[in-house]
């Protein structure tokens, strides 16, 4: 009972102290439960959303993929309308219904400005039918009636401006449509960001199909008191099993899990850094609690004398660990709420709309975020109680002045070496390694155990490096920089753990700034080497470029020639009898002018003759197919045809990496009409001297449809870095946590610093430091530790990014780049953070009284 | 005026008639009202120069509030300090710390090394921040007189309690201040190390010059003194010249007992 009370009143004493652990516990907690509820949240959001929009059976072509996946053809697999009226006729049917929808649309306003989302969420065009009401209700105007009338949703309205009578232009594989809104929907329930339009349904089966009479999907509803289930075995039985029926519930299902994997990895690569921030706050309540173990010394001595256990002592430190988790936690919690509203306001600025009507709290986050903050503190805090423990009672007796500062061991230096040392030979391993598989687990184990080694001989190498810096940076600042420098030095230990939390996050930002800026040289490099084309046209979405569209491009005046590029999905069966699924490269001749491929045996433009075709040599070698071989290719969804392996093009590079090539008419020859895929990207290349004026040429003829964007090569490898940058910036962003936390961390030793040196202080004062010089001798030591931090946090980092890119060479990641700029960008900025984290102790102990300070015991 | 003794403007015994610093009128009271206490009851006094001036008196007689005033560390509720001619009283953080630094030594009771800087680091420590050179000559002779040359370059940890506090003298010595406050300098330390940084402290008064205030409750420390003023409830009660231990402990027991008597 008294090793509570002591708990509480050390506690509440100096909760000034342990403010700053307290943060770092409610960060980290907040980022674990903000995130559990944020994905939470878009799960009720999506499952909400699937529940509403499915009626009791859905009855689809049994070839139908998701539907979030966009045919490649532009045209949905589609069902024939006689089959609605043979459904409606099953017993039990209360009523079928007949839907068209499809995501292979663009809607445009007036200017030509795409209305849809640009990424993420689709567009989606519907024909108008009593089901459409189960998710909408009408807001404005009246339903689609006739071929010039479209009604869109009111949100998308909102954010483009859009009213009743404005014109909208649908872009289909069938051609554009103009129609004016004579109507707009809201949804029942949140819709996170897809563009809706309907059409009457003769328009939509023109438009989205392509003729009358066909539907993508029958809407099925049972009569009262017949379950889904039994329905869905009445239409099954009635119908046959050459169609794919799915009851309310499977739907839902098979929503949520087309969404799982993208909610999933967000989930757990958030998670990742949460972690990454837990990690970070150890280092903070290690250094805070061995602090205050170390100021109270005396009083754990008076303790012990007065006839504590050593186990009471050391309990009552955990004690105050475990007050100081569930406070951090409790907070964290709540904060993690906010954080998460945060999150999807954050979400709404970039296209995703999620409301608070679904926030969604599971019991298990709170009981989640509890937990963690409390075990991961008490943990951290368990090293500092057992020295607590070990305190002797002669202690009370022996004046304390300063803590004895503590020394690095021999222990921790062997095992630190060692570890490194392991850590270095895994990241070399992984640097040789001849597979992606075990190179990968070398390069995590390498990183691993490199990280813990040099935060294991971090407080070792505290002396050198800070020595050196001090050479470099602190000289110039006479004796309050050499006055800081001895400070940095005086608790190796302490600097080590305050530098090594700032160290794991700016390894990880060295790290992966390598990768990255490898990743851009690289492509740069692949690029120049093999590109031949001078521009290329695709959508940002992956979307297929439509007929209309590819006919504007071929067009457009000043070009040499045009490349088409189709993906046709086809089994593959080998003279050996193995099948295999791929993707063949349907493209013009022309390609091998605009992609320079090495080839390892045969002649690329052969593979382009009639029934002819190239495969990659991983696949010949898989395979044993040579030049002259005959390949089985059955075309999906239509005929099988029998082709000629005229080339073998070597797997190595980036680009098109294990691509099977074959002419378009050799496709179109086995595949009917509607099902002979649009080009996934068009290449061109421009007359001589022509390139400016085709770049604008080809601009002007995609104009009406934002959908697609041209880039010359330059605009191309523009965009490429820009694509990683922002990449790295989010990653970058989700990292700040844990810097801040380190921030944190080095905040926290200097104020408790600070309160250790109060009689130092004071001396110093009293023989006469002015408080600038105080204030500037306690930035200079921590700038020292920030750079220290720094400097191995980078160092590091960029071991773990040049193993990661020799690792990733394998997969044609070939050049190495270290980024410098950044590099050195954040060496500076760690300067700053420093001065920075310097602020608070420095201005209190500027503040401090020179006779209280003497006078402290 | 309410002090039992009129001080002399100058020393009594007629060799200096400068004055090192003096105070005027000076009161320092805490708080206010019902629980006013007054440390320093208007007090008048002047620091010879060149000569030992101890202040003795019981626990919570104001002596060391006193000597933190004369030193620029503590503010006064009214009156006056001067230190020279230039009036502290009033000055600001700025100045008062540019004071200390370059005309005011100090010799703490106990910590009064920096522990991260060896003994000649912070002996030389007040120049260093003050950017200045020390004098390389006076500095020799200061650490030959303490008899440190051995062992300049421990740290404080590696020294005994005598040794440390000879550096706290080497230290106040050797920016040549104008005057050197010792907050019971040998308090923590046994007689013999006592006797030896006392001696030293009476050395540098006879054979530097130095102007040097303790504050002390020992009347053998006292005794190495030229001149004791007694402080008692805030005020100063008597002082005497070239005092002995014996004639200090005698005073001292008077003081007592008038004390308990009234």
Known sequence: MTVLKTSLRNFFAHKGRMALSAVAVLLSVAFVSGTLVFTDTMNTTFDKLFATTASDVTVSPKTAGGSDETPQSGRPESLPASLVAQVGKVEGVQRAQGTVMSTSVTVVDTSNKNVGPTGGAPTIA?????????????????????PTEVVVDGATAEKHHLKIGDTLRTIAVTGDLTAKIVGTVDFKVTNPGSTLVYFDTATAQRELLGKEGLFTQISVDAKPGVTDDALKADVAAALGGGYKLQTAAEVADAGRASMAGFLDVMKYAMLGFAGIAFLVGIFLIVNTFSMLVAQRTREIGLMRAIGSSRKQVNRSVLVEALLLGLVGSVAGVAAGVGLAVGLMKLMSAVGMELSTRDLTVAWTTPVVGLALGVVVTVLAAYVPARRAGKVSPMAALRDAGTPADGKAGKVRGVLGIVLTAAGAAALVAASRAAEAGPGSLWLGLGVVLSLLGFVVVGPLLAGGVVRALGAVVLRIFGPVGRMAERNALRNPRRTGATAAALMIGLALVAGLSVVGSSMVASATEELDRSVGADFIVQSGTGQPIVPQAQAAVAKAAGLDHVTAYKWVDAKITDPRGKVSTADLAATDPTYVKDLRREVTAGTLTDAYGK???SVG?????????????????AFKGGGTAKLKVAAITADTGQVDNGAMYTAIPTVTRH????RVPNSLLLLASAKD????????ALKDALAPYPQYKVSNQADYKEELQKQVGQLLNIVYGL????????????????????????????LMRAIGLSRRQLRRMIRLESVVIALFGALLGLGLGMGWGTAAQKLLALEGLGVLEIPWPTIVTVFIGSAFVGLFAALVPAFRAGRMNVLNAIASE | MTSALTIPRHGGTGEGTAVAARARQVVKAYGSGETRVVALDSVDVDIARGRFTAIMGPSGSGKSTLMHCLAGLDTVTSGQIFLDETEITGLKDKKLTRLRRDRIGFIFQAFNLLPTLNAIENITLPMDIAGRKPDADWLRRVVDTVGLSERLGHRPNQLSGGQQQRVAVARALAARPEIIFGD???????????????????????????????????????SYADRVLYLADGRIVDEMERPTADAVLDRMKDFDARGRTS
Request: glycine fraction near 10%; aromatic fraction near 4%; avoid cysteine.
């Open chain 1, 126 to 146: 519907f024909n108008w039918t009593p089901n459409v009401l189960r998710s909408v209700e009408i807001a404005s105007g009246h339903e689609p009636r006739g």
């Open chain 1, 611 to 613: 029934d002819a075709m």
């Open chain 1, 617 to 633: 040599s991983d696949y010949a070698t898989e395979h044993g197919v040579k030049v002259g071989d005959v390949l089985t290719v």
């Open chain 1, 671 to 674: 595949l009917p009409a509607d």
């Open chain 1, 689 to 696: 001297g022509q390139e400016t004026p085709a770049y604008q």
């Open chain 1, 735 to 762: 990292l700040a946590l844990a810097i801040v936390v380190a921030i944190l961390g080095v905040v926290n030793t200097l104020a408790l610093s600070v309160v250790e040196r109060t009689r130092e202080i004071g």
């Open chain 2, 184 to 222: 019971e300098p040998t308090g923590n330390l046994d007689s013999r190390a006592g006797a030896e940084v006392l001696g030293f402290l009476r050395a540098s008064v006879d054979e530097l010059g130095q102007t040097i205030v303790m504050v002390t409750h020992d009347p053998v420390a006292a």
